[in-house]
């Protein structure tokens, strides 16, 4: 039986018990007032009945008394029978755990008990989710880390097994040089990645266009020798956050815009209302099924798209945790001349 049904059913009892019990305790009370009385009237005469009418009027209190002690353990025992199907949740919900992150209590019905017993289970869900797109992080995050440390551990032993010419010795150290700077990179993209997911220390009106501004002006070289033609159609948009947060935002978009895009190719960044930034790129072509994946942290398109420009993968998923941060939402497609369209949905200040 539902909590529900037991709750009704012990309500309609206690009114009918409220309706009932004070006609009877008043039949009860006459009838022994009646035998009482009826029993002096029988005695012979001279008779003193006094020991035993002092008694009737002590038995409506002692009557009552009884009455309240058996309510009371009518009500505990009625809200213990009420309260058995969520005592008998709490066993299921107790075997849930980082341990056991895939059992379920999958109780049926359409009670509330049930729509509890699902709340649960889609939340596990979730949590599921979330551990084990860590557990992918940190494996993915040892990977990266692995593999340029071990190209560095082969550089130097090789440079120590034999005698090096001065030009193989540059070329040596120009490996570790920039073996070094990924890993920098890496570290650093980490670091921002935790600081985003953190959330805001504060937050003050920005004004997009002009951080937007700033950042074009701080990557005109990087995409002048990429042979990328940068356009900018910037309207006044201001929009709460933090100035540093935003301005790694746009930078790691436009980073993208430029790392992924073609020779002879365009980036367009837009300011505007809604979206409040897009940022659009002409590269290869990427389908429709990829797109949501690139969000992932270390999560690329191809091999190719690995190796061009020495990124760890960390752009996207930086920008989303930002957003987020920010109260907003990125959503990308696919550009219309290959490439990659990428909205950013800000909240306006208050």
Avoid at 108 to 116: C, K
Avoid at 205 to 220: F, G, H, K, S
Avoid at 274 to 297: R, Y
Wanted: charged letters at 20%; proline letters at 5%; aromatic letters at 4%.
């Amino acid at each position: 039986m539902s909590p529900r049904r037991r709750v009704l059913l012990v309500g309609a009892l206690a009114l009918l018990g409220g309706y009932w019990l004070p006609g009877l305790g008043k039949q009860v009370l006459a009838g022994l007032w009646w035998r009482a009385q009826a029993f002096c009237d029988l005695q012979t005469v001279g008779v003193v009945c006094e020991p035993v009418r002092p008694l009737i009027p002590v038995l409506p209190g002692l009557f009552e008394l009884l009455v309240l002690l058996a309510g009371v353990l009518a009500v505990w025992g009625a809200a213990r029978w009420c309260l058995r199907p969520v005592r008998d949740l709490a066993d299921p919900i107790a075997d849930l755990g980082p341990q056991n992150l895939g059992h379920r209590i999958r109780r049926g019905g359409h009670d509330e008990l049930g729509r509890l017993s699902r709340a649960i289970d889609d939340m596990m869900d979730r949590v599921t989710a979330g551990y084990e797109g860590q557990r992918r992080f940190a494996a993915n995050a040892s990977h990266e880390l692995r593999t340029p440390l071990a190209v560095q551990r082969t550089l130097i032993e090789v440079g120590m097994s034999q005698s090096l010419t001065g030009e193989q010795l540059d070329l040596l150290t120009a490996q570790l040089l920039a073996t070094n700077e990924r890993n920098e990179r890496l570290i650093e993209g980490l670091l921002a990645l935790s600081e985003s997911d953190q959330g805001l220390r504060s937050s003050t009106p920005q004004r997009l266009d002009e951080i937007v501004t700033t950042v074009l002006a701080a990557y005109a070289d990087r995409a002048a020798e990429a042979g990328v033609t940068v356009e900018s159609r910037l309207a006044p948009r201001v929009v709460p956050g933090e100035r540093v947060l935003l301005e790694r935002l746009v930078g790691n978009l436009v980073e993208n815009g430029i790392k992924y895009n073609r020779p002879g190719g365009h980036l367009t960044v837009t300011v505007g209302g809604d979206p409040a930034l897009t940022v659009t790129n002409t590269g290869q072509a990427v389908p429709g099924e990829a797109v949501a994946g690139l969000f992932e942290p270390f999560r690329r398109l191809a091999r190719d798209r690995t190796n061009q420009g020495g990124g760890a993968g960390l752009g996207l998923a930086i920008a989303r945790s930002i957003t987020q941060a920010h109260e907003g939402i990125i959503a990308a497609r696919p550009g219309e001349d290959g490439g990659l369209r990428v909205d950013v949905q800000l909240p306006a200040v208050r």
